[in-house]
């Protein structure tokens, strides 16, 4: 089974802290994404990388950066949190060939205080 | 990639069959549907995906009409685990996925 594990289920900050969330997966997948829950408004995608030293933006990067140096790690960097950052993240990777199904970690929910 | 509708909640029997509907009616000739759930408090789950054919797997059936304008994901004999919010996306390959807000399953003793 393909498993994709996040560091921490919980985590809480300060606000103007540098926060790292790590995520690791141990199918060899080519792509990794992470995406961010909020109540009523889905899932919504913060980067993407199809292969390792690679990153592109999704639907909301602001304030994000990420990081994959190693094609099983993917991190997502919160530069300087803000309460409005806090949510629930999560991680998800797939097969780089067309039509595959992405696997998603249990997340971490993160609260910036 | 196509918008999806389905219904905001839904309730199911324990022991009967689950069927949630979704509408994807501006969907293209290369887009695939997929279903995920969500349990609370964990990631969404892989549960089918299909093209143009019905599929069968452990978990569920998906079946999608020939127009594929909208599609059921069936779950033959549902269980109180099966309690959960049931995401459908359709996606062109390689796009990025979109989930809306999904359909809240409970799973009624």
């Known amino acids: 089974d393909v498993k994709v594990t996040q560091s921490s289920r919980y985590l809480v900050k300060r606000t103007g802290e540098k926060v790292f969330l790590e995520c690791v997966q141990d199918m060899d997948h080519e792509n990794m994404f992470w995406y961010r829950q909020d109540p009523g408004l889905g899932l919504r995608l913060i980067y993407f990388?199809?292969?390792?030293?690679?990153?592109e933006k999704g639907d909301i990067p602001e304030g994000y950066s990420v990081s994959r140096e190693k094609k099983e790690r993917f991190s997502l960097i919160l530069e300087s949190a803000s309460t409005n950052q806090t949510s629930m993240y999560l991680c998800?990777?797939?097969?780089?060939?067309?039509?595959?199904?992405?696997?998603f970690g249990d997340g971490t929910r993160l609260s910036i205080l | 990639d196509a918008k999806t509708t389905q219904p905001p909640s839904m309730d199911c029997a324990e022991g009967r069959a689950a069927n949630l509907p979704c509408n994807h009616s501006t969907i293209s000739g290369n887009e695939y549907v997929y279903w995920y759930r969500q349990i609370h408090s964990q990631g969404p789950q892989y549960i089918i995906h299909?093209?143009?054919n019905n599929e069968t797997n452990e978990m569920a059936s998906l079946i999608i009409t020939e127009d594929r304008k909208s599609s059921t994901l069936i779950l033959p004999h549902a269980t109180l685990r099966d309690t959960a919010v049931y995401y459908c996306?359709?996606?062109?390959?390689?796009?990025?996925?979109?989930f809306g807000t999904g359909t809240s399953l409970t799973v009624i003793p």
């Open positions: 998800a990777s797939s097969y780089g060939m067309s039509n595959q199904p992405q696997h």
């Open positions: 996306i359709a996606v062109l390959t390689g796009n990025q996925f979109y």
């Open positions: 990388s199809y292969d390792v030293k690679m990153k």
């Open positions: 299909g093209l143009k």
